[in-house]
């Protein structure tokens, strides 16, 4: 008995210090995926889209819920701490659960250049260690996982989304994706539930599109398996959906009720472009540049040759991932009539509800996890000659990222890019439509965390019949006898000061929209006033006087909405407590063993 102790605390040991070395290694990565940026002290906002909006956007988003939370208001829905403070729904749309760990680092430290890069990095580590856990759970290979997590989380086309675009929802959902694609292989085999729960949790809060491209993709792959699904394994798939309802219910059900509620604009249609063909998709995988890796990165592209040259010696659930990452590619080429000229315009897919993807190329997410791992398994397994193959890949994974950053900070001092000076929009139109631009001071942050948005550029959730009110809402302008103006400076959380000139104003209209379905309202100081909403749905007050005003704009949800707090915590409840017995039954089995 003591011979077996001391064997089992030496194997407790090893793999303890395995573990430490695997983070260690991991931290080493994640630092080194960012040092070039870091050093050379500059963020590329223009990714040559209407003058790279996206990195303000979601950037707003983070500046929103670190105000919200410092002020107490844990679960903001409504937008009155950035974007213009106009009570916009973005922050209801748009999920933000799974930014809450970067608002809270932007606490601590505020946000400059260097604490930027900073939380980057530490999101690149949290990818490693998902991409490396989850895929173990299928592998049960310690190289393969290592392998996979290195080439995944380095790839061009996850920097593509952290530096170049920097899309907060896309670069998230991109490292929990392997949480769920795996979990779905766990599903598949032992009808285990969990991983692919938490994994599909974390995706819906993250970004919804690519959690409904996930969905779909699985609920076609389980079609295609349907003969592994006994009654065991599909409980686990009743009970994945029911927790995943109620654990996302916060997000989905104040979302449904105020679609229904309200006649809203939504996301821009940008017609589906971004199909190719297959030879030019592999090209540019090949090139590995980080300014078009929207597509496969290259060592997806490897993956894509070695599934081919391999494909009588993978197993089950590589071969699916083969075939899934096969398909997913050829839809999104020319195959399809996604906005091609000369096609009738009764079969285009960007005018049926295919629209909301926006860019064909979103699907070529979940096709470069699976030619990752794919690329992974060949490499450790059959070309791994004296075990010297896979470290250098992985040394060359590492010098691909590191010129990765360099192509992006080549791209900030090209030709036709600006250091930002100014605000991103002004009176409704964007400034550097025509001018990129980068930001090398903490100053000129400002600029972007302050900009007001353009409510006609970025129109998205805002009621439409305010559509014709976008350049009073965008600029934080009341409005009155049509042309008079008086600005609100926002004070955060619904909080604004303003100064009326005249002796009195009647029927002022508040840059502020109001949805139907919620309650506002109005207090000067600790009075509240009357107050109602016109034909363009902003709040109106009666009268103001002459004077210096500190305003409150009160919101009061409907019973549905805050009943889906309760759901959600429900559902983390009902999670929780099938986990606790999970872990207990695990320990009694390993009891029993011994």
Known sequence: MHIFNSYYQKVTHNKYLFNLS???????????????????????????????????????????????????HLLPRLTFNAMSSNGNAVMQFYPYITLYPIAIFFILFRPTISSIYFAFMILVFVGLIISYYSSKSISHNK??????AILYCTSSMIMFYALEAIDLGVLMAMLFLPLAIFGFL?????????????????????????SLLLIVTLLIWALCDYKKFDVAKIISVAKIFVITVLCTAIWWL??????????LRYPRNFDLVGAT???????????????????????????????????KKLDDDTKGLAFVSITTLILTTGILPWSQLGVAPWIILARTPLAILQFCWRLDVIPELCLMYIASVCLVK???????????????????????????????????????????????????????YYINRDSQLKYVLRSRTSASTIPDYYPAASQPMNLFISESN????????????????????????????????????????????????????????????????????????????KVIYPHIINASKYLTILGFLIFIAYFVMAELDYRKEGRLSD
């Open 22 to 72: 695997i983070i260690i290694s991991f931290l080493l990565i994640s630092f080194v995926s960012i040092i070039c940026l870091l050093h050379s002290h500059i963020i590329y906002g223009g990714n040559g889209i209407d003058g790279g909006y996206d990195m303000m956007f979601h950037f707003q988003r983070v500046e929103d819920l670190s105000r919200a939370i410092q002020s107490g």
């Open 143 to 148: 190289l393969i996982s290592y392998t996979f």
């Open 478 to 553: 009341g409005s009155y006898l049509g042309v008079k103006t008086v600005h609100f400076r926002s004070l955060n959380n619904g909080y604004y000061n303003i100064h009326v000139k005249p002796n009195a104003i009647y029927n002022l209209n508040l840059p502020i929209v109001k949805y139907n379905g919620i309650r506002y309202q109005i207090y000067l100081g600790n009075k509240r006033i009357h107050s109602s909403y016109g034909k363009d749905h902003l709040l109106v007050t009666k009268v103001l006087h002459h004077g210096y005003y500190k305003l409150h704009i």
């Open 254 to 263: 104040p979302c449904l009720y105020l679609m229904m509620k309200n006649n």
């Open 382 to 436: 059959y070309l791994n000659i004296r075990k010297l193959v896979v470290p250098a890949v992985i040394i060359l994974a590492v010098i691909l990222q590191i010129n990765n950053q360099f192509q992006v900070l080549n791209s900030a001092k090209g030709a036709n890019v600006l250091p930002i000076n100014r605000y991103i929009f002004h009176r409704d139109r964007i400034k550097y439509s025509k001018n990129r």
């Open 186 to 210: 766990n599903l598949l085999h032992d009808g285990s539930w969990m991983e692919l729960t938490i994994g599909l949790i974390l995706l819906i809060f993250s970004h919804v599109l690519t």
């Open 277 to 311: 063909d297959i030879v030019h998709l592999i090209t540019v995988g090949l090139h590995d540049n980080i300014q078009m890796s929207d597509m496969i990165s290259f060592f997806a592209v490897i993956g894509l040759i070695l599934s081919l040259v391999f494909w």
